[in-house]
């Protein structure tokens, strides 16, 4: 089955500069690949996607780049401020139905 | 509400109790997803249904784990002879419809502490 790797596992920037958070997966029948931002006490928020038929998606200060060939797949965030320290999880999932299989996390700490 | 709901928020059980938990999907949506989700890791998969039909159940750890989603929209988990390695956070997911590349939707969660 998929199994989707995700590095550091923390991260601190300061204020201002930017964050990149890397993953890899394993299965080469995966599509899609969603970012999601976990704050304490609550749900994963999907706060980017990004689909196998593109190489980059932006969002505002929020990107994601993919290579289907390498199998990985990053998070940009740039100009970070401290709402957006949190823990970030990369996952994906395959042609063959919807669940999404995630990695571990990266906590990611905005220094004043 | 408009999003993915489920209760307990929190639950403290003594080891051995059984436990359910229930999550009420987004209306309409076609897939719902468990995940657990332990202190400091990421979520991970437990089983999957779309309407009533459990698709998938590879991930529940063992046969104390059952879930259910009789009338294909509110599911519920249900944990026999809980155990402390039962300990997490039990997260409910939806999607708008069963094929690949839609959002997934997540519940805040229902904590469950094993004691």
């Known amino acids: 089955g998929e199994n989707v790797e995700q590095h550091p596992s923390t991260l601190s920037v300061q204020e201002g500069d930017s964050a990149v958070i890397k993953c890899t997966y394993s299965?080469?029948?995966?599509?899609?690949f969603p970012w999601y931002k976990q704050e304490l006490g609550k749900g994963p928020q999907l706060i980017i996607d990004?689909?196998?038929?593109?190489g980059e998606k932006k969002d505002q200060r929020i990107a994601v780049t993919l290579n289907k060939t390498a199998k990985h797949f990053s998070l940009h965030i740039t100009e970070t401020q401290p709402e957006d320290s949190a823990v970030y999880f990369c996952a994906a999932s395959t042609v063959r139905d919807d669940k999404i299989i995630f990695g571990k996390g990266t906590r990611l700490h905005i220094l004043p | 509400g408009a999003g993915v709901s489920q209760s307990p928020r929190y639950k403290v059980a003594k080891r051995g109790q059984d436990v359910a938990l229930r999550c009420d999907p987004i209306?309409?949506?076609?897939?719902l997803f468990w995940y657990q989700q332990a202190l400091g890791q990421g979520p991970e998969f437990l089983t999957y249904?779309?309407?009533?039909?459990?698709?998938?159940k590879s991930g529940l750890p063992s046969d104390r784990f059952f879930a259910e989603r009789p009338e294909g929209s509110v599911s519920t988990l249900k944990i026999q002879r809980t155990q402390q390695e039962d300990s997490a956070v039990y997260l409910c997911?939806?999607?708008?419809?069963?094929?690949?590349?839609?959002?997934?939707?997540f519940g805040e969660g229902s904590w469950l502490t094993v004691v």
């Open positions: 209306s309409g949506h076609v897939s």
């Open positions: 997911a939806s999607s708008r419809t069963g094929t690949s590349g839609n959002t997934i939707y």
């Open positions: 299965d080469s029948a995966s599509n899609y």
């Open positions: 990004i689909r196998s038929n593109v």
């Open positions: 249904f779309q309407n009533e039909a459990q698709l998938d």
